[in-house]
């Protein structure tokens, strides 16, 4: 496998993992590295023993997908993120329209790449963070053939029900998610406001249905 197919995998793990986490009884106090590890743990062995999965079935990832809730993910911050400024001005319609069709973008265009999991691990970096930190990032190698991948999360420590550690951002070979598609998403902003973005990302969606 090359470094390039690696990397591709190693996105998809990343949108597996803030996708289509495991449902699982999670300890509020579960420290972040160790979420990471188990999601991640958890997401390969289930990739590596779906065939489907593997082959880029687009239906099967997005079944995974939503019959697993987003427990361990923050995808209104990750999204609010990607949109920028203007999302404050979004309606609440708005708001879960892009959210639908971002997390359609993400699984589309990753599905293909589970074709490249086979052999590989996650290792998982000692954590550097105060106990007392809100926000911290876990840094992690995908290891298979060739060079490892980098594969890091943002997270960040969430209150009250549901409490734990939610991920709002992933980093592939040292490019941040949540900004390459803020950059992305900012002509169309620009061109068409929230609406034509929300029309943009379901153009895209629908053009990759036909495809797969």
Same mark, same amino acid.
């Given at each position: 496998?090359?470094?390039?197919?690696?990397?591709?995998?190693?996105?998809?793990? /990343?949108?597996? /993992?803030?996708?289509?986490?495991?449902?699982?009884?999670?300890?509020? *106090?579960?420290?972040?590295?160790?979420?990471?590890?188990?999601?991640?743990? $958890?997401?390969?062995?289930?990739?590596?023993? *779906?065939? !489907?999965?593997?082959?880029?079935?687009?239906?099967?990832?997005?079944?995974?997908? +939503? !019959?697993?809730?987003?427990?361990?993910?923050? @995808?209104?911050?990750?999204?609010?993120?990607?949109?920028?400024? &203007?999302?404050? &001005?979004? #309606?609440?319609?708005?708001?879960?329209?892009?959210?639908? $069709? @971002?997390?359609?973008?993400?699984?589309? #265009?990753?599905?293909?790449?589970?074709?490249?999991? !086979?052999?590989?691990?996650?290792?998982?970096?000692?954590?550097?963070?105060?106990?007392?930190?809100? $926000?911290?990032?876990?840094?992690?190698?995908?290891?298979?053939?060739? +060079?490892?991948?980098?594969?890091?999360?943002?997270?960040?420590?969430?209150?009250?029900?549901? /409490?734990?550690?939610?991920?709002?951002?992933?980093?592939?070979?040292?490019?941040?998610?949540?900004? #390459?598609?803020? !950059?992305? @998403?900012?002509? &169309?902003? =620009?061109?068409?406001?929230?609406?034509?973005?929300?029309?943009?990302?379901?153009?895209?969606?629908?053009?990759? +249905?036909?495809? =797969?």
């Amino acid at each position: 496998m090359n470094r390039r197919s690696l990397g591709r995998m190693a996105a998809s793990l /990343a949108a597996m /993992a803030a996708l289509a986490l495991p449902l699982a009884v999670r300890a509020a *106090d579960e420290a972040p590295d160790a979420l990471i590890k188990r999601l991640s743990t $958890e997401t390969l062995d289930a990739i590596k023993a *779906d065939s !489907s999965l593997r082959s880029g079935d687009v239906s099967k990832v997005i079944a995974l997908v +939503d !019959s697993k809730i987003m427990p361990s993910v923050n @995808f209104q911050r990750m999204t609010a993120a990607a949109v920028g400024p &203007q999302w404050r &001005q979004a #309606t609440p319609e708005q708001r879960s329209r892009l959210q639908q $069709e @971002f997390k359609t973008l993400l699984v589309r #265009t990753y599905a293909g790449a589970l074709s490249q999991v !086979s052999d590989q691990s996650i290792s998982v970096k000692p954590l550097r963070a105060d106990p007392s930190d809100k $926000e911290v990032v876990v840094r992690t190698e995908v290891i298979g053939r060739g +060079d490892p991948i980098q594969l890091d999360y943002r997270l960040e420590k969430t209150p009250g029900e549901g /409490a734990g550690w939610k991920i709002y951002n992933l980093n592939v070979l040292g490019v941040w998610l949540v900004e #390459t598609y803020r !950059s992305q @998403f900012a002509q &169309q902003l =620009s061109n068409g406001g929230i609406d034509g973005l929300i029309q943009t990302l379901a153009k895209r969606n629908q053009s990759n +249905d036909k495809k =797969s």
